[in-house]
């Protein structure tokens, strides 16, 4: 489905035409949190002169108080009109997704969707028209107590691909497929997950920039629908212990003049171009500092833990799912290499930005990944591992953090103020974590000590 191309004079005759009341006009922060500035329809011309402004300073690892005056550049693009009712009387409201700007009118170098605009331009001075994208994000449904409140009550027992009764989630899924198809998605599928309560729901590959838009629209509306059905829908990885945790699997492609550039000769044992190998070379070295900007919070590394399906180490392999990046079946136009290791709570613009960037510096320096692994790498033990060179991802978010403050490739690409201000907050956000005493602690020491 081809995006609607917006003008001020067509989305001011929709929002007239629609009787839209309120434009939300919508950005990401640094850690991929959407925040929003709402605004009566009766001021629609001051945001499409992108002369809507906001305090920055109240906006965690944006600027400082003195500097706290900033512009949000709406992208006319992303218009859309939301079609559920957003108040008791059923006013509608219309979204913009915008860029950030100083007092100055420059770029603001904190804003994740600059980063990630910025890191495709780099792509297309190369000769590559574009770097496609397509994600299957995962999340879990759990129900409202009678006050409205989530529970930690999974909405059903079912399993991978169930169908009703045993998936009891699947108006939900529903409805939220007919939402998105109303807001232009192109939905592909929607299926239970392997684990209880888990769902995922795979729209259709689209450019760097729009995916990250998607993703964040994406996770508003799963949240809206789950809350208007009495469920909570949380992307956290693994909010229970002992089942499968959510990831969010990302699928890519680079496309020059030409067509697909992973696309290698069929003769050829793999299929792959020089292109999608180098790609992936790139990938495969930066992986450990990619990891904390792919799993960025304490609980994402409970998900990526041996035993659950989703990968603990640095390798690839074009026939098992165990390696950190697979390479599926298809060719042709559809080859694409698919990234494992990334789940929900990512910041979409900065995650996709040094996945790129990752890839693009292993075109650079022509790295060659190492052999690919087809057999599954849980069944190996630390000596084979070892020697087919097979490294480990970092096993906590701090040793995560750790790596990325040593990879200059991948803090150029979401850039030096996003780098620290995420990595201070994290480091604080670890600290905390080790500083609480947990329920498995109690009971494993407590008596015994």
Known sequence: MEKEMMTKESIKK????????????????????????????????RVL????????????GFVRINESDMYLYPDLSTFMIFP???????????????????????????????????????????????????????????????????????NDHGSYFDLAPLDRGEDVRREIVLTLEKMGFEVEAAHH????????????????LDAADKIQTFKLVVKTIARKNGYYATFMPKPVAGINGSGMHVNMSLFDQTGNA???????QMALSDTALHFLGGLLKH??????IANPTVNSYKRLTPGFEAPVYVAWSTSNRSPMVRVPVARGLATRLELRTVDPTTNPYTCLAAILSAGLDGMDQGLEPSA?????????????RKKAGIRDLPDTLLDALEELEQDPVIIDAIGTHITDKFIEAKKIEY?????????????NYFMNY
Request: glycine share 6%; no cysteine.
């Open 193 to 208: 997950e392997v684990a209880a309560g888990q769902h995922e729901v795979d729209f259709k590959y689209a450019d760097a």
């Open 262 to 268: 992973f696309a290698g000769d069929e003769k050829n």
């Open 372 to 384: 690919s692994v087809d057999k599954n790498i849980y069944l190996m033990d630390e000596n084979e």
């Open 431 to 443: 600290t905390s974590y080790r500083q609480y005493v947990s329920k498995w602690e109690v009971d």
């Open 287 to 292: 992986a450990p500092a990619i990891t904390a």
């Open 49 to 60: 002169n992108n002369d809507l402004m906001f305090d920055g300073s109240s906006i965690e």
């Open 14 to 45: 929709r929002v007239v035409d629609e009787q839209v009341e309120f434009i939300r006009v919508t950005f990401t922060d640094v850690f991929g949190t959407i925040k929003n500035v709402e605004v009566p329809a009766s001021q629609l011309d």
């Open 84 to 154: 559920w009712a957003t108040d008791e009387h059923g006013g509608k409201v219309a979204r913009l997704i915008a860029d950030v700007y100083n007092a100055d009118r420059t770029p603001f170098e904190g804003d994740p969707r600059i980063a990630l605009k910025e890191a495709v331009k780099k792509a297309e001075d190369r000769g590559f028209t574009e770097f496609n994208v397509g994600t299957e994000p995962e999340f879990f449904l759990f129900k409202l107590d009678e006050q409205g409140k989530p529970t930690m009550e999974l």
